[in-house]
């Protein structure tokens, strides 16, 4: 109705001057703002990313004192109303009809005829909050009568929800009856039915005349926005009917991904603890209320969009958000989903995201109910909740075996595209460290590999890493991390193949099969030499440590060109403090790796 008013009023409205006063000084800018921008307090102000240019440092600040914001990058500035016609794109009469609407504030018009037009329009979203608390009033009355008496079974000796939680949530229940809210509705209150069908509590039949209820045989779940009005229900079967939840059809009043179930009776909570933990369903907020866990929201689904995000983080000063969905497949596969919405807000910085997993792969209903202490145990869990690039790498190292070949080329790939995204330098470092230490797989020698492995791969540009360009240029500092990486994978190399003969054969026959060199001109005559000695023995086998290290020695060591490598690779105290097949399977993959990079630039 008010895209009506505001297409048939945009010709004609001359606002009463007490009118737009009125909305100068209710509409709030940091309220306004940060439904578009994440916004964090800096001294007096707040300060976020402009959303009018492209920027990676925030410039753009928020004056709340002064109700006021200036972007010290491009220049943009103003009040909300501003702010909102730039964001919008849209005229002035227009966002100020929208703030009116949202602050409850009545038009006046200098024309007096138009502002009876505009209050009459006006007054039918009122209709609309009169018919859905009257519904709720309704459903939750037929909850405590005989009807009602399975599902309050349920919520009771099933949810085990007590008494003042079933009436704090407004929980009731709609009846099988095809036409029972409907009736009540129209014949005992006299509303419109054209006013009923669009709360989407009523739809018309298809194959005949008249309407029927859109809820039945469901125990009712009122949704109501932050004000605390009533605009959508949902509703949950008893009977086995498919699906488990329905929620309300899109009205002028509800859309769903812009509304957090309970964030009314959350957000006191959410800014006392400076944290707002979201999970999934109805059923996992009223049972975390119950036992105190007040700051807790579910997203309507299994979605959760930048606009659901931002009216959180408008509560939480410290920008901490906690997923905590459920542990199976599904679960998994929504938290990766809503990683995904949100990337560019998470992968900056601007929000602090935690991934909760409960224990055994319950959610938050079951906990609550099977353990003992639980408020105490749930928050010590989401104390411990891994950050989400922890998250990320764990479920990348789900299922995979290090020691395989294929799942270590895969969860290095899949680790590097997981970093490449990390604005923050020092998150990113400390990243790299972790999964550095995840490969070594215990062996403290292989840390430093995989990490300079990292920071080179890092350092070139990411076909995915936000739009940047590819391209192969490489700074000094680059190629020279690139050339000691490489170095240090030579000598590993050689290292193994003289100090363990059994594993000499495979490191000959992947250097033959792969085609690979040694890079290196000290490396490239040692191992000639290596050949040359062995070709003097019938079978390589038979040259035992001993034998070749001697022949190596007595060949090359006046050799000027390799007189300063031959005694580190000769030297082998390092390499039997970890003396273990697993260890030395990891050091040949991850040079013969070095070696096939070399080989193909």
């Known amino acids: 109705y008010y ?9 004609f409205l001359r606002l009463h001057p007490d009118t737009l006063e009125e909305i100068k000084e209710k509409v709030n800018i940091y309220n306004t703002i940060s439904e578009y921008v994440v916004l964090k307090k800096r001294g007096k102000n707040y300060v976020g990313l402009c959303p009018f240019h492209d920027e990676k440092t925030p410039s753009f600040t928020v004056n709340s004192d002064k109700q006021l914001y ?3 990058g491009c220049g943009a500035g103003g009040n909300a109303i501003k702010f909102l016609m730039e964001i919008r794109k849209e005229p002035f009469n227009q966002v100020i009809l929208e703030l009116a609407k949202q602050y409850k504030i009545p038009i006046k018009d200098s024309n007096s005829e138009n502002a009876e037009t505009l209050r009459e329009r006006i007054s039918l979203q009122d209709q609309l909050y009169e018919i859905l608390a009257t519904s709720a009033n309704y459903y939750e009355h037929l909850l405590h009568e005989p009807i009602g008496k399975q599902a309050l079974d349920y919520l009771i000796n099933k949810r085990l929800l007590k008494p003042e939680t079933i009436s704090k949530f407004n929980l009731g229940y709609a009846p099988e009856g095809w036409e029972t809210l409907y009736s009540y509705l129209i014949k005992e209150k006299n509303y419109p039915v054209n006013l009923l069908e669009q709360t989407g509590m009523i739809k018309p039949r298809d194959k005949a005349s008249g309407y029927y209820d859109t809820f039945r045989g469901r125990i009712m779940i009122p949704i109501k926005d ?4 009533i ?3 949902g ?13 309300s059809p899109e009205t002028s009043l509800f859309s769903k991904s812009k509304i957090l179930f309970a964030l009314n009776q959350a957000y006191k909570s959410i800014r006392t603890l400076d944290q707002a933990i979201v999970v999934e369903g109805y059923f996992d907020v009223i049972s975390l209320h119950e036992v105190g866990i007040e700051n807790t929201v579910a997203s309507l689904g299994t979605t959760f969009s930048k606009t659901q995000l931002r009216k959180l983080l408008r509560y939480t000063d410290s920008k901490q958000i906690v997923f905590n969905f459920d542990a199976d497949n599904a679960g998994i596969k929504a938290t990766q989903r809503m990683i995904t919405e949100i990337e560019p807000l998470i992968y900056s910085g601007q929000v602090q995201l935690k991934i909760l997993n409960l224990p055994n792969g319950k959610d938050a209903d079951e906990f609550i109910q099977f353990n003992q202490n639980s408020t105490e145990k749930y928050y010590g869990l989401v104390n411990d909740a891994p950050l989400w690039v922890g998250w990320q790498i764990q479920q990348i190292l789900l299922n995979k075996d290090l020691k395989r070949a294929d799942h270590f080329e895969k969860v290095v790939k899949e680790m590097i595209i997981v970093l490449s995204k990390l604005s923050d330098y020092n998150k990113r470092e400390y990243y790299i460290r972790y999964c550095s230490e995840v490969l ?5 020698r292989l840390i430093p590999i995989y990490l300079k492995n990292f920071q080179l791969q890092l350092a070139k540009p990411i076909a995915n890493n936000f739009n ?3 391209s192969t240029k490489f700074t000094p500092v680059n190629l020279l991390l690139e050339d000691q990486l490489l170095k240090e994978a030579e000598i590993n190399l050689l290292k193994v193949y003289l100090r363990y003969s059994e594993y000499r054969r495979r490191i000959s026959k ?6 690979l060199f040694f890079n290196i001109q000290e490396h490239r005559v040692i191992w000639t030499k290596i050949l040359e000695t062995e070709d003097s023995y019938q079978n390589n086998d038979k040259a035992d440590k001993a034998q070749l290290i001697y022949k190596l020695q007595e060949t090359i060591w006046e050799s000027p060109l390799v007189k300063t490598c031959i005694s580190q690779i000769l030297s082998f105290s390092e390499l039997e403090q970890h003396e273990d097949d697993e260890r030395l399977d990891l050091i040949i993959k991850a040079s013969l790796i070095f070696l096939e990079k070399a080989s193909l630039k």
């Open 510 to 515: 992947s250097l033959e099969f792969k085609n």
């Open 235 to 247: 509703g949950r079967s008893i009977n086995n009917q498919e699906p488990k939840y329905l929620n």
């Open 226 to 229: 932050v004000q605390g009005h």
């Open 468 to 470: 940047s360009k590819k």
């Open 70 to 72: 200036h972007c010290f």
């Open 440 to 444: 070594s797989q215990g062996d403290a």
């Open 231 to 233: 605009i959508a229900f």
């Open 3 to 11: 895209k009506i008013l505001q297409l048939n009023s945009m010709s």
